[in-house]
């Protein structure tokens, strides 16, 4: 079946880059996702990755994707109190539209 | 461009009633899927809606149901609540086959 683990929580000082890690099982994921979520808020779409991709690249983020382990990490560079947030990892199995699994999220705490 | 929009915001009910929550998809999208979000956990996938009809379900009882209209705008209605169905409920949009999915801001359902 589908799983998807994270990290439960991340600490880093501003000005720092922050790397988020995530496993999944499902090998058959096509797509896999990064959202953002800021207390009482809905789900950010910050970026998603195909999965015959190894990395992709937007701004502060930088996504790396190792297909043979299945994981996936998010990285941002220069992290900003406006970073603090939970950070939700999620894959899409083949044969779905928009049937995400999701990771139970990573509260990334930015410090001064 | 709105992006995808949901009503009511928050809202409180008592066990055994009925609710109903609406979705307008973000321009440009004919699919919606629907998510519980229970608190501290990562959005659980309900059900997913393309041209009206219901195409994928995740794991849950008959009392979740939903609709989609021609304008692709979508209701989830919930019956028969149980204290358990207390949540933020989402829904995210995208064109069909696309990677990208948007979340909306969600509904928070209590329920007394």
């Known amino acids: 079946g589908e799983d998807v683990e994270q990290s439960l929580f991340l600490s880093v000082r501003e000005g720092d880059s922050s790397v988020i890690n995530c496993t999944y099982t499902?090998?058959?994921?096509?797509?896999l996702y990064w959202y953002k979520q800021e207390p009482g808020a809905g789900l950010q779409l910050l970026t998603y990755i195909f999965s015959n991709m190894d990395m992709k690249q937007d701004q502060r983020l930088t996504v790396l994707l190792n297909k043979k382990d299945k994981h996936l990490s998010l990285r941002i560079a220069d992290t900003q109190t406006g970073d603090s947030a939970i950070y939700f990892c999620a894959e899409r199995p083949a044969g779905t539209a928009s049937k995400l699994t999701f990771g139970t999220g990573t509260r990334l705490q930015v410090t001064l | 461009d709105a992006g995808v929009t949901q009503s009511p915001t928050h809202l409180i009910k008592t066990r055994g009633q009925q609710v109903t929550l609406r979705c307008s998809p973000k321009?440009?999208?004919?699919?919606v899927s629907w998510y519980q979000q229970a608190l501290g956990q990562g959005p659980q996938f309900i059900f997913q809606?393309?041209?009206?009809?219901?195409?994928q379900r995740g794991n849950f009882p008959d009392r979740f149901s939903g609709h989609q209209f021609p304008n692709y705008s979508s209701e989830l209605n919930v019956n028969a609540l149980l204290l358990g169905d207390s949540a933020l409920y989402l829904c995210?949009?995208?064109?069909?086959?696309?990677?990208?999915?948007?979340f909306g801001e969600g509904s928070r359902l209590t329920v007394l």
């Open positions: 995210a949009s995208s064109p069909l086959g696309a990677g990208e999915l948007f």
């Open positions: 499902d090998s058959s994921s096509t797509y």
């Open positions: 809606y393309y041209e009206e009809e219901e195409r």
């Open positions: 321009s440009g999208h004919d699919t």
